[in-house]
């Protein structure tokens, strides 16, 4: 600090204390809502203090949205995202920096693109996309027309019908969120400064590519992949389009989609004390990750915007 | 990161290898998801925007720019257009300015620092449809707390049947869900301005919030140029959860943000062309924001590193 203003600290930490208070209002009313019984919940105007049902909530909330399987589906889909981003970026950012080959500069290209075409832009064909993920192959088979080409040999007509449904699987989940423009960008920034004696020592010493990657590169990133998988962790916890669209049963859906079932709508019956305590169950793995792991988090966010 | 030598290629170390073989397989991955799920859809929007199904799906017919024109010509269209400019400069603005402020504090204090911060990134990891169904209960008008403190002060507060109501309310939780983004990045632009320029202004006698406006503002240009994109991002495509969970899109169609309508068009009302046709019209918007944003990181390359 430059200077002694106490007058305008003092205002500074008002204005903190407004902004941390205008973030927590809500949460706050979260927990008092999610502590209430639903009588005590539809009383207007609603206490301002939690009541003592919160465990019982707890309880209710955790059986009516089904959230021991929901957990584990949420889990899986997001680590799953988040390794999967990460060892896929990690590859092609290792080939497009330390390769020299033909088409370099159009796979650069081609997955820098990609960011242009976000998941909501793109709904209806994606969703076909997934519904069968071997359409291309289809496509290729009709044009091909592999069905005439059998029929002199058995003198019948074939159709050939191949489908690969990814709907209500893991795979669905993951996959299709799993190409990433930015994390390839990242590595490819931070290879870029990793010294080249590394390299030629490694070359000297006659090391492959893949043990060079194994070797040098993957424990100089480890920094790198532990930020950035924080973000993608919470990234992938917090989907709710993919999800919503490609489960339609319910023992594939994530937290997330469970507890907008358990939000109560006109015609329901007005449960905002267990929707509420759901919405602190869905919310806790993430906010535990940004609370314990803040300086790492933070630096994986502004690592991943450049 | 210095400049290449002219005789390299551009993003290759000095040291790399030549087996292509290897590098086609370490793409592999990276580009069969990017064709299958990426690539190939969009193209499919692309040819569907410009063809005309018939009811039964069995034959489709080539009508050039027909949706295009249906589809910027319907009131429906015009007014998602509107709400959602209205929606993402007002949540963009907000949330620029909020982060200003409370940035410009957090850095102007130092007891508690850590604890204001820590509170202030929370919503970083709430999903944004959690941070939809916390604000539509607190103005829910029958139960919501809030929505009674309004109703105690006269206001007829109903975001279910007041559209400005429900516009209000979407742009507040989506700008509380968003302000930690723009506060981290000021909050790291603000610690990379030189000591040496704030002291030397110090000792020409400007005051603290003097310095703020016309050395830390100008110096985080290229922060608030990146943060604006990316508030448009967020404004235009990872607002739909929010908007689902607080008013799907009504009352009236009053939040039917561009990216809610293309999901209930293609989706529940199941009409493919114009929901391709809009595909391809956000796939043009993303197109300007991508730009934009290779534009920053090109900029922070060539200043910054």
């Known amino acids: 600090m430059v200077e002694r203003a106490p007058t305008l600290d003092f205002i500074c930490h008002a204005i903190l204390v407004l902004g941390a208070a205008l973030i927590c209002l809500p949460l706050y009313f979260a927990i008092v809502a999610g502590s209430l019984t639903i009588a005590d919940v539809q009383k207007v105007p609603l206490p301002w203090l939690p009541g003592d049902q919160y465990w019982a909530n707890l309880e209710a909330a955790w059986a009516k949205g089904n959230f021991t399987r929901l957990f584990l589906n949420s889990a899986i889909v997001a680590v799953g995202i988040t390794v999967g981003k990460v060892a896929i970026s990690i590859l092609s950012a290792f080939a497009i920096t330390y390769f020299r080959f033909r088409f370099r500069m159009t796979a650069f290209w081609l997955i820098f693109t990609s960011l242009m075409l976000p998941v909501e832009v793109r709904i209806v064909p994606t969703f076909e996309a997934v519904s069968n993920a071997a359409l291309p192959l289809q496509w290729l088979i009709d044009a091909l027309d592999v069905g005439a080409w059998l029929s002199p040999l058995t003198g019948k007509r074939y159709e050939i019908a191949i489908e690969w449904n990814m709907i209500n699987t893991y795979g669905g989940l993951i996959l299709p969120l799993i190409a990433s423009a930015t994390a390839t960008f990242l590595f490819r920034q931070f290879f870029l400064t990793i010294p080249e004696e590394l390299c030629e020592a490694a070359r000297l010493d006659g090391a492959s590519p893949l043990r060079f990657l194994r070797s040098i590169v993957l424990p100089l990133s480890v920094s790198n992949i532990v930020a950035l998988s924080i973000i993608l962790f919470l990234y992938g916890w917090n989907q709710y389009l993919w999800p919503l669209l490609f489960t339609t049963d319910k023992d594939m859906a994530t937290v997330v989609i469970g507890l907008k079932h358990l939000v109560p709508r006109a015609d329901m019956e007005p449960a905002w004390n267990i929707a509420m305590n759901a919405a602190l169950l869905a919310m806790l793995p993430p906010v535990i990750v940004v609370i314990a792991l803040q300086r790492w988090f933070v630096k994986g966010l502004v690592d991943s915007s450049k | ?305």
């Not at chain 2, 809030?146 to 109501?165: K, Q, T």
């Not at chain 2, 529940?268 to 595909?279: E, M, T």
Request: aromatic fraction near 14%; include cysteine.
């Open chain 2, 1 to 305: 990161m210095a400049k290449a030598a002219p005789a390299r290629e551009s993003g290759l170390k000095r040291a790399h290898f030549r087996e292509p073989r290897t590098a086609y397989l370490l793409l592999l991955p990276q580009l069969l998801i990017l064709a299958l799920f990426f690539f190939i859809p969009a193209i499919r929007a692309l040819a569907q925007a410009f063809l005309l199904a018939d009811p039964f799906g069995a034959r489709s017919q080539f009508v050039w720019f027909d949706n295009f024109t249906a589809l910027l010509s319907s009131p429906e269209y015009q007014s998602s257009i509107w709400v959602t400019v209205v929606f993402t400069i007002a949540q963009s603005a907000i949330t620029l300015f909020v982060a200003v402020v409370l940035a410009f504090a957090t850095d102007r204090v130092v007891r508690g620092r850590g604890t204001y911060r820590g509170i202030l990134l929370l919503p970083y990891a709430i999903a944004p449809v959690i941070a939809g169904i916390l604000w539509a209960f607190l103005f829910n008008p029958a139960v919501g707390p809030l929505a009674h403190l309004l109703h105690a002060l006269g206001i007829p507060w109903d975001p279910n049947r007041n559209g400005d109501h429900a516009m209000i309310l979407v742009i507040a939780a989506a700008s509380w869900k968003h302000i930690c983004y723009d506060y981290i990045f000021l909050l790291a632009g603000i610690l990379a301005v030189p000591q040496s320029l704030i002291e030397a202004a110090a000792v020409d006698g400007a005051g603290p919030i003097l310095r703020f406006v016309r050395i830390v503002i100008p110096l985080l240009g290229p922060t608030f140029f990146f943060l604006m994109v990316m508030n448009f991002v967020y404004g235009l495509f990872d607002t739909f959860a929010i908007v689902d969970a607080v008013t799907r899109g009504g009352p009236a169609g009053a939040t039917n943000i561009l990216v809610y309508k293309v999901y209930q068009d293609g989706f529940i009302n199941l009409d493919l062309g114009s929901s391709a046709a809009q595909s391809v019209m956000l796939m043009a918007f993303a197109l300007v924001l991508t730009v934009l944003q290779f534009r920053y990181i090109e900029r922070s390359v060539n200043y910054d590193v």
